[in-house]
């Protein structure tokens, strides 16, 4: 590992990784990103890990809910190796050592909304499909 990698990380308290697709990409560039954070974090002995993702990476607590189901599948189906890297990223985390927590992201917009992220699972009513807006992520994020 070079040292800028384990610089950016010596001395903090916490990580937030907002790795994510941006379209269709080539090879695991998030998975492998998240590989030498996790590295860099176990290396400096920083443990709080804050991530996200996105609902393709599924949790056993999820129900079964027709909008969330159709978008993964669609996906799967069109955003060449995206689901592949997004869920090799959150089997890195879950197999780290951390102290982590993952946030699988709606569709977000850039557009302000008043609506505030909350936390829950696939299938439960509170949590929607779309738009969640960058800012409501941030905040919640942070909190």
Same mark, same amino acid.
């Given at each position: 590992?070079?040292?800028?990698? $384990?610089?950016?990380i ?6 937030? $990784? ?6 269709? $990409? ?52 069109l ?37 505030r ?15 969640? $807006? ?10």
């Open positions: 590992m070079t040292d800028r990698r $384990s610089s950016a010596a001395g903090q308290d916490a990580v937030i $990784s907002l790795l994510g697709p941006t379209g269709k $990409s080539t090879g695991m560039p998030i998975s492998e990103g998240m590989r030498n954070i996790v590295e860099a974090m176990q290396a400096n002995g920083v443990m709080r890990l804050i991530a996200t993702a996105t609902p393709s990476a599924s949790d056993p607590h999820d129900r079964f809910s027709l909008p969330f189901w159709l978008a993964i599948r669609m996906i799967k189906a955003a060449g190796t995206a689901y592949a890297d997004i869920t090799a990223e959150v089997d890195v985390i879950r197999t780290s050592q951390l102290d982590w927590t993952i946030v699988r992201l709606p569709w977000l917009t850039s557009k302000p909304n008043p609506r992220a909350v936390a829950g699972y696939v299938g439960d009513p509170r949590i929607k499909l779309f738009f969640l $807006s960058r800012q409501r992520l941030a905040e919640f994020v942070v909190e």
